[in-house]
């Protein structure tokens, strides 16, 4: 279990393997001695907590008084800040929690497949209830593991859709969500959430510019996989970061392993011959080699039918970019103009943001991207 202290932090006591292991047998006696232990009680300080005598409190935790009433355990599990069902109780509000966390993994999984199929907003809209929830449930200290392991996968789900919602000034607030989600699954004992995890908040932490912190994320991310799938992913999130953070060292040595990877790896939305190539276009740019991508642009992967919709509107803009930079502004604007379109229409200022800049030299992509910005930002603030 896991307790919120009055600062907002939380207490990670109960969420030990001894702790687990005592609060799924409901051995109120170990409970209370456990409980002792972590706060570094005397019996008596317990018995004063609990409004018992000590030679009662002492009697419980030598099993020689063994308490059966309802109303005893409840009082006990309030006082502990224990969700009554771990002393064997359910009521009405652990009943409906527990249909939350069923319900939850539907609420995840199908605001994953709303972002993917480019519909950010509708994941956010799923997300925002379901976190409120869980971290309400969490702050009153009633959680268990299956539920912070649900609140670690619901703030990441949320910091990432925001990330493609959000403009560039607000993405703060996406890594800041992620952040708060690897918080939880670092302290979890999972090492698939916290890859997870890792990857996603070190590519939010990119989002908002602050690469050297999203690099050592996603080096992390890349060291810790378990799977090749993991790994993979990680490796073309690490070379989009160090590309952005104009690292070239890093960015050639991420390519590569991407490379390797792509006969070992099956594809995902993150991680593909069409992501990898746009993350290797995009990071000769920012690193200076303008010739090489102009030389890779002609060599373009078909997107394929994992290709998000946000990857296809990303790599647009990308090829627009190269074609500006190779003396070609008809097929820049070509491809700049189906970014617009296509950011538009999924609600992405972030990508509207980069059309803006990348068509200083097309002013009529330009004022198209403007304004269909000026729509978006409209929108958020309403």
């Given at each position: 279990m ?21 609060l799924?047998?409901?051995a ?21 907590l ?15 008084r ?22 064997g ?9 527990q ?22 907003t509708?994941?956010?809209a ?77 590519n939010e ?38 590309g952005a ?15 390797r ?5 099956p ?54 970019e ?8 008809t097929g ?22 980069r ?23 409209a929108e958020?603030?309403?």
């Amino acid at each position: 279990m896991a307790r919120i202290d009055p600062h907002g932090g939380i207490r990670w006591h109960w969420t030990t393997p001894r702790a687990q292991d005592i609060l799924h047998r409901r051995a109120l006696p170990e409970i209370l001695q456990l409980y002792r232990d972590l706060h570094g009680l005397p019996q008596q300080e317990l018995a004063d907590l609990l409004g018992y005598s000590t030679s009662y409190v002492s009697r419980i935790e030598t099993g020689s008084r063994t308490i059966t009433d309802l109303g005893a355990l409840r009082h006990i599990a309030e006082r502990l800040g224990l969700p009554p069902h771990c002393l064997g109780i359910t009521d009405d509000t652990d009943a409906d929690h527990q249909l939350v966390i069923q319900l939850a993994e539907s609420v995840l999984r199908l605001a994953e497949i709303a972002r993917q199929a480019g519909q950010a907003t509708t994941a956010v809209a799923e997300l925002w209830p379901l976190v409120a929830r869980l971290e309400a449930r969490t702050a009153d200290g009633h959680a268990d593991l299956d539920t912070l392991r649900l609140l670690a996968r619901a703030r990441v789900g949320l910091g990432v859709a925001l990330g493609h919602v959000l403009p560039e000034e607000r993405l703060a607030t996406a890594a800041r969500w992620t952040g708060k989600g690897l918080n939880v699954a670092r302290r979890l004992g999972d090492p698939g959430l916290h890859a997870n995890a890792l990857r996603h908040h070190g590519n939010e932490l990119r989002k908002a510019g602050l690469h050297l912190r999203a690099l050592d994320r996603l080096g992390q991310a890349r060291d810790t996989a378990r799977t090749a799938t993991e790994r993979a992913e990680a490796v073309v999130l690490l070379a989009r970061a160090a590309g952005a953070a104009g690292n070239a060292v890093v960015f050639d040595t991420a390519v590569e392993e991407g490379h390797r990877f792509l006969d070992e790896a099956p594809p995902t939305a993150l991680f593909s011959e069409f992501t990898l190539h746009e993350v290797r276009l995009r990071g000769l740019m920012s690193t200076g080699r303008v010739t090489e991508a102009v030389r890779h642009l002609d060599h373009a992967p078909v997107a394929g039918l994992a290709a998000t919709s946000q990857w296809r509107i990303i790599a647009a803009i990308t090829a627009g970019e190269v074609l500006l930079r190779k003396g070609d502004p008809t097929g820049a604007a070509r491809q700049l103009g189906a970014a617009v379109d296509g950011a538009t229409l999924h609600h992405l200022p972030h990508q509207l943001q980069r059309v803006v800049r990348a068509s200083r030299s097309l002013p009529e992509v330009r004022e198209r991207a403007g304004e269909a910005l000026a729509r978006l930002r409209a929108e958020i603030a309403a």
